[in-house]
């Protein structure tokens, strides 16, 4: 799609396309892409939106960085804003601390858990296991389950005393479903206390506790 149809499509009332149009600008340069994609931040259909957000990850650029933020902060629609979020990630490690502040702003799920992804992903342990315990202190258990998940992946990590304490700690939480993850979670650790706390997991008063604590000696059989 050359450069003119591109810029008619960007003005068709007809969302697919803009949404094409939107699409066809990763074989632009960022001098041409970005000030296009910026024009469309604030369209309506929430899908168009979306895919501004994933170009602007693929056009690295100051300005792309700062429109990410922009979206983050004041999209009124959360998947643009997790959409957003993933696209921050592609620029690396800058990118960290204002994902941090982004998770603590944004309590909807979806971007927490695209958020607490991404950081694993970009192997930002310090911000990962800040982030889990900010979603403990959210009332979102899907969340708290991801964030369990990601303690997990800090095993051999700088962070794998912090994570691992947090773990045993969790691991007497009232929800099965956090001790579930829990039992999964504590298996990337080598330490004597994860076997004292899965065998009391195996004795958990739940079904998919036990399972999930069992599950490393019934593939082992």
Known sequence: MDIHEIETSLKNPDFQYRLKAIAALKDYTPEIAVPLLRSKLNDPEFLVRSFVSRGFGQQQTAESFAALLQIMKFDNTPNVRAEAANSLSLFGKCAAS??????????????RRSILAVLIDMECHRELFEVCIEAFAGEDMTTQEAAVDALGTLGGTSQEQAALSQLLELAGSESERIRQHVASALKQFDDPRVNE?????????????????????????
Do not use: M, P
Request: proline share 0%; glycine share 0%; aromatic share 8%.
């Open 98 to 111: 204002h994902l941090v502040l982004t998770f603590v702003r944004d309590d909807h799920w979806l971007v």
């Open 197 to 221: 706390v899965l065998s009391e997991l195996r004795q958990d008063s739940h079904y998919r506790v036990v399972a999930a604590a069992l599950e490393d000696l019934l593939e082992n059989s």
